[in-house]
């Protein structure tokens, strides 16, 4: 009964949102030399509550500072967020997992949901930051393109990489733009570029960085040095492709294995669900159940090492 209210609570709260979005009337298209100027409204009473969390949590982290979902890993991440607004967030998910686990299973699965709620953030964030330093790999090939053209334009490497930020897409953009306004602020060129490839973990990225430093040095036609990095990082690129290629196959077994077990448990549980259930009752069971998830950790980290081909 517990569940058929909380669904069909979700289910009157969306009809209701649907309703007055589809039941909004119409503002009519004013001219913009007929529009009044827009005055201040005051601020809600959830905008102020929300805002005198967001400073409490600031003051908290000021007097004592922590190294979870640190500011640095939130811009790799590419979230346009502050710390304590993240760490509002997880707190906001925790209260509602509570509530969801209570109202479907009890107190203990709400307990149970609110300790997964930062390791479903921490996910979130290696999954984004993954996807973006994917991104700027891929990317460099076109970013290279540009520093050259923009170099046998006869601007100079910093306007070159000016250019590249405007023109670029994200998340280079956004990382050629903060190298210029490191730059401008007196940091040297070669030190934000290795600062960039770490941050993205890029090591061809770093090659072009020491490239552009040895042209500094010795001097030299840099937009030929950078075709012939842009060379060198396309052919290793195919060779990645193909790697990828070749190795697919085994993920997808390694997936598949992994997979297998908790398949075969869940198909007993409802085919037949004593034969099952003397696993779980048992102490001879329970004393399986944890070497079987030793052996699996062992299966699984050796199956990690195959696939994962370093090159």
Not at 37 to 48: A, Y
Not at 79 to 88: K, N, P, T
Not at 187 to 197: E, F, H, I
């Amino acid at each position: 009964m517990t569940v058929l209210f909380v669904v069909g609570s979700v289910l009157c709260l969306a009809a209701i949102l649907l309703a007055m979005f589809v039941l909004k009337p119409q503002q009519a298209a004013i001219p913009v030399d007929r529009r009044r100027p827009v005055r201040e409204e005051t601020p809600s009473q959830l905008s102020r509550f929300a805002g005198a969390a967001v400073r409490g949590v600031e003051g908290f982290l000021q007097r004592h500072p922590q190294r979870l979902y640190r500011q640095e890993v939130l811009n790799i991440a590419g979230l346009r967020l502050s710390q304590a607004d993240f760490f509002i967030l997880v707190l906001v998910g925790g209260l509602v997992g509570l509530l969801l686990g209570t109202a479907l299973g009890g107190l203990l699965l709400g307990l149970l949901f609110v300790l997964l709620t930062p390791l479903i953030a921490q996910v979130f964030i290696a999954q984004r930051t993954s996807r973006r330093r994917g991104k700027f790999d891929s990317q460099l090939s076109d970013t290279l393109q540009l520093l050259t053209g923009g170099l046998r334009a006869g601007h100079s490497i910093l306007r070159a990489v000016d250019a590249a930020a405007t023109e670029a897409d994200s998340p280079t953009a956004e990382e050629m733009r903060r190298v210029v306004t490191e730059t401008s602020l007196g940091k040297d060129l070669l030190r934000s570029l290795n600062d960039t490839s770490h941050r993205m973990q890029c090591e061809d990225f770093a090659w072009t960085a020491q490239a552009i430093q040895i042209n500094r040095e010795v001097g030299g036609d840099l937009a030929e040095v950078l075709d012939h990095v842009n060379d060198t990082i396309r052919e290793r690129s195919e060779i990645k492709g193909q790697i990828r290629a070749l190795s697919a196959e085994g993920k997808f077994s390694a997936y598949i294995l992994m997979a297998l077990p908790f398949g075969i448990i869940a198909m007993l549980s409802l085919v037949n669900p004593g034969y099952i259930g003397v696993l779980f009752s048992a102490p001879l069971g329970w004393v399986m159940i944890g070497v079987s998830v030793v052996m699996m950790i062992i299966g699984g980290l050796w199956l990690r090492k195959i696939i994962d081909l370093k090159f």
